[in-house]
């Protein structure tokens, strides 16, 4: 790996880190150049501003997470109604190993922003919907005559377990939330999945 890739990865880790543990705001250039060791121009060589750097972290997040959430789903059912329930049982091992002991990055950065243009935003809203989609997927793939209906329900719990986690830190929320899901799939079937 060349040593400008390296460079950027450590300025995304450091950044990632900081921004998820201490908030957006709270986390300055200054303290990202700090942890990373890398200077200021540097850091601007790779990001033209905090903006584009707090977009980036969130770009490279979506993307290891449609690179492994789906192949750890299906590693871990066998059944389509069961991969649904995966996803849940996937967040709750997140928010437990404490990587995810803040609640979702992608909320927790949209609510931080301000603008409904800032790049930081546009990256949050295309993995939420990106994410419903994946669960509509699921939901086609089990057989459910209305995945995309389905898919956006179970985002609801996903995205409130998150925001449990964020508020009351209850690392307990994604198994409450798959109870409810298991309930949602058993109403879904009875409409004639």
Known sequence: MSSFNVTHA????????????EGIAATGVDKIVARSGIS??????????KDELLAAVLERSHGERVATLDAWVREHADSPRERLLAVFDWLAIWHASGAGERGCAFVNAAAEVAGPGHPAREVARRHKRWMRDYLAGLAGEAGYSDPKRLGSDLMLLLDGANARVTVDGDLAAATDARRLAEMILDAYQGRGA
């Open 10 to 21: 450590r300025l995304l880790d450091t950044a990632g880190r900081l921004f998820y543990a």
């Open 40 to 49: 200021k121009p540097t850091l601007y060589a790779h990001f033209h501003s």
